[in-house]
């Protein structure tokens, strides 16, 4: 049986699987983060075993939106929850900014028809 979504697609749902495991866990054994760590692995496995293939026009596509979604998802846990065991939540008024600027640099690259001057410059923002 084969995954039209390809490698990408694959991979970036491992990449999200292993996000959402640091984000429980912070790092940290966690019985709750463990099954989405082995979900990861395994993901990232079949990604690599599996065979090159044509994939369709939308693959692409698909993978952009799980990784935005996994970032979009992540910076929002960085904006409502505290980031670090030992911060103190009123001291990450900056940081809270700085996410939240990601946040909008992210919601930039949903937008598909850009003029090309705009697309160089959301990339330059993000880099």
Do not use: K
Not at 4 to 9: C, D, E, I, K, Y
Not at 106 to 117: D, I
Request: glycine share 8%; hydrophobic share 55%.
């Amino acid at each position: 049986m084969r995954f039209s979504g390809g490698p990408a697609v694959l991979c970036a749902l491992a990449a999200v699987a292993l996000a959402l495991t640091l984000q429980i866990s912070n790092g940290m054994f966690d019985e709750r983060a463990l099954p989405l760590a082995t979900l990861a692995s395994a993901l990232s496995v079949a990604a690599a075993l599996g065979r090159p293939c044509a994939s369709p026009p939308e693959a692409p596509l698909r993978a952009q939106a799980i990784l935005g979604a996994g970032c979009a998802w992540g910076l929002a846990c960085q904006l409502l929850g505290n980031p670090t065991f030992y911060a103190d939540p009123r001291a990450l008024t900056e940081f809270r900014w700085f996410a939240m600027v990601g946040l909008v640099l992210l919601s930039a690259y949903l937008c598909e028809h850009l003029r090309a001057s705009l697309m160089h410059a959301r990339f330059l923002m993000a880099a």
